[in-house]
């Protein structure tokens, strides 16, 4: 497959985002593994992920990554778990921390929203795009901590991922766009047009979570340290790598770092569809209720 250049691979020192990937042997297990479970062993200076009736993906110091497609395995799900799962691995090798969110740019910084699967993330976003927002990423997001405590995020690939019932009112509805592949019934969709390059100073982030009954009105409450903290590491994409590679000075850092430069807010609203707009209203009027010298 070549050299591969991924948007999302920098670091503290500078751009590294050359991965070279290919299709080739990869072997059943790693030398000494140091911890393994079902889906990854982890060893010193590799990792091998393995997706049943997928693939397995081989990660080596940051660099290089091999895919054994399994026989008969559906492309498309190859491919979803290289972009994923195998290259959050890549990450976590450079001291990278990618987090499970999508954001978007206002007033040339980046707002974040975190989230298990389902929680509105990509809609929320997406819905965001229609009115006007730049998005910055889709699912996966990289912040680059500098050396002097700095925390970027880094914009990712122009690629929203939808379920069917956010299509409409994220205004992809006349969209003829691809499920991601058959066993995954979401709508991957490019519109490089909603996106923004380049890098943005991180200044605020949201953990989205649902309420009852679905007549609630929406409720944006600030996190405490400690619950900003805890929300982080649970939206640590592939956290599990965090133990098992020893990283958890990594991921201290990352924190603090992050915590120092932007606010957290609870964002709870009913799981209503007829009710997005308001959402959406009580966000913005949350938006600028703060100024960009109260956020950094």
């Known amino acids: 497959m070549g050299e591969f250049h991924c948007p999302l691979t920098h670091d503290a020192d500078g751009p590294s985002g050359d991965v070279l990937i290919d299709v080739g042997k990869v072997p059943r297990e790693v030398e000494a593994p140091a911890v393994a479970s079902d889906d990854y062993q982890v060893g010193a200076r590799e990792i091998l ?8 993906y081989w990660a080596r110091e940051g660099k290089r990554l ?5 026989r008969r395995a559906d492309p498309s799900a190859v491919l979803l778990y290289l972009k994923g799962s195998a290259l959050a691995a890549i990450l976590h090798q450079r001291g990278i921390v990618p987090l499970h969110a999508s954001a978007i740019e206002h007033d040339g910084h980046c707002v974040a929203f975190l989230g298990d699967s389902g929680a509105g993330k990509s809609t929320l976003a997406s819905m965001l795009g229609r009115r006007g927002y730049r998005i910055i ?25 939808l379920w069917p019932e956010s299509l409409d009112i994220a205004g992809f509805a006349e969209t003829q766009a691809p499920f991601e592949f058959s066993d995954f019934r ?3 969709i ?3 047009d909603r996106f923004v390059e380049g890098s943005l100073p991180i200044s605020r982030f949201y953990v989205l979570r649902w309420l009852l009954p679905q007549t609630a009105e929406p409720e944006i409450a600030p996190l405490k340290p400690f619950e900003a903290m805890v929300a982080l590491r649970s939206n640590v994409y592939r956290l599990q790598l965090v133990t098992a590679m020893g990283r958890e000075h990594t991921f201290m850092r990352f924190t603090s770092a992050l915590m120092a430069r932007a606010k957290a807010f609870c964002f709870s609203r009913a799981r209503l569809m007829e009710r997005a707009e308001l959402h959406l209203g ?7 209720a703060s100024t960009t010298c109260d956020l950094v």
């Open 137 to 161: 990423c889709d699912d996966v997001l990289v912040v680059r901590i500098g050396k002097d405590g700095t925390a970027e995020a880094c914009s990712g690939p122009p690629v929203i991922k």
């Open 66 to 70: 091999t895919i054994a497609p399994e």
């Open 190 to 192: 490019t519109a490089r």
């Open 282 to 288: 009580a966000l913005e009027r949350h938006f600028q």
């Open 186 to 188: 979401k709508h991957r």
């Open 49 to 56: 992920l393995t997706i049943p009736s997928v693939a397995r």
